[in-house]
């Protein structure tokens, strides 16, 4: 499809698409499949990331309730995609580039998966079944290894090169911490795909990049586009995606973006009598697939959002762990926020510039305060402790939801 045959769209068009595309509510399964990737991040002062995600699409959801779907019903599994995430066990084949893209990087720091030191590893494993990394290989410390993120245990670096390489997976968590075990028995049907090629691996992992995203901007951040190849060999794969009809080219005024199908039709279904474009409140995880490509939702949306956990604190204009608040197809607002012993306690709220606190618009604060009772829920808070700035309406909607 040439640049003169993209299907174009207004930025209030996009929106619509996104809005749609992410927030129909829906069983925790089916946004899995929606989705197709979950970023994992361990930090949970209101829930861990995966959490966060789908508390904002599953109704219902509590906190830690993706544990079960992925250590028990096997609806995901432990991963790699711009980051750590979780994906869906039938896409275990396309880890395959990521795969030898991450053995051949260990192997230049040292590291060889395929060591004898490496190989004892998988041996009790194998014999032992699943594992952390406190139970397998030798727990001395090596002197070399001091300072670094993986810790002083070389047996450490080693499980996390075979999981890297896919020699090992995580059967479930103890704590947080990887329980290692063969992929054969953490998969046991096998999940293959027979004669697939280099190329249709990566073809999938694009695709499932811009199906997690809806709209994703092929210059977006190299952040958003880490893939195990090249720009160069990325624009190639994605050129067979369109040739096949797995991925769409899109012009929303002026900017190119790639589109799935799945979620071009969210917007014909957001065009229809029955698509009526919601007017809820929704808290969303600061990691949330929609809020990757950031210059795409400034672009988009006007909502120009940074994250700042990993800022000095002096150097924070808005928080430790800011979640940004979409009302309808508008962000209206960000805070942070910490759940602790059953206490919700909001550090910060900031209001969008073209929001009034002393005065909200019609509707925002009813579903202000639905969107508090069940964040409330979600984290099994029952106390709330509110910062300055909310405004009586708000600060008002939030107290009717703890009541």
């Not at 096998?190 to 990566?202: F, I």
Request: hydrophobic share 45%; glycine share 8%.
């Amino acid at each position: 499809m040439t640049a003169q045959q993209r299907l174009s769209l207004t930025r209030a068009d996009a929106r619509r698409l996104l809005v749609r595309y992410h927030f129909q509510l829906a069983p925790l399964e089916n946004v899995v499949r929606r989705l197709g990737t979950v970023q994992f991040d361990p930090l949970a002062p209101v829930g861990t990331n995966p959490d966060l995600v789908l508390q904002s699409r599953v109704p219902e959801y509590r906190r830690g309730d993706w544990l079960h779907a992925a250590y028990g019903q096997r609806l995901l599994v432990d991963g790699w995609d711009k980051q750590a995430s979780l994906i869906q066990p039938g896409d275990w084949w396309a880890q395959a580039p990521f795969h030898l893209w991450f053995e051949q990087r260990w192997r230049q720091h040292g590291v060889d998966v395929e060591s004898p030191e490496a190989l004892a590893l998988l041996d009790q494993v194998e014999r032992h079944g699943p594992a952390t990394s406190l139970e397998l290989g030798d727990q001395r410390a090596d002197p070399a290894l001091r300072g670094s993120w993986y810790g002083p245990k070389r047996s450490r670096h080693l499980l996390k090169a075979l999981w890297d390489a896919g020699r090992l997976m995580t059967h479930h968590r103890v704590n947080g911490r990887h329980a290692y075990d063969l992929p054969e028995r953490v998969l046991p049907s096998a999940e293959v795909v027979p004669g697939a090629t280099q190329d249709d691996a990566l073809q999938r992992l694009v695709v499932r990049r811009v199906q997690a995203v809806g709209l994703l901007r092929p210059t977006a951040d190299a952040a958003v586009w880490l893939l195990p190849c090249s720009r160069a060999e990325r624009n190639r794969i994605a050129a067979r995606a369109i040739a096949a009809g797995e991925l769409v080219e899109l012009d929303v005024e002026g900017t190119g973006y790639w589109a799935t199908p799945g979620a071009l039709s969210a917007l014909e279904e957001a065009s229809g009598s029955a698509g009526y474009m919601s007017q809820d409140v929704r808290f969303l995880a600061p990691l949330d697939p929609l809020m990757w490509d950031r210059g795409g939702i400034a672009r988009v949306f006007g909502f120009d959002y940074i994250w700042e956990v990993y800022k000095p604190q002096a150097l924070r204009r808005w928080g430790y762990y800011v979640l940004p608040v979409l009302w309808g197809d508008r962000f209206v607002a960000r805070f942070d926020a910490r759940c602790h012993q059953g206490t919700l306690t909001l550090l910060a709220w900031h209001w969008e510039p073209d929001i009034l606190p002393s005065r909200l618009p019609v509707g925002l604060p009813e579903a202000l305060e639905r969107a508090a009772r069940e964040f409330l829920a979600y984290l099994g808070a029952t106390r709330l402790v509110l910062p300055r700035g909310l405004g009586q309406e708000a600060r008002r909607a939030w107290q009717r939801a703890v009541n």
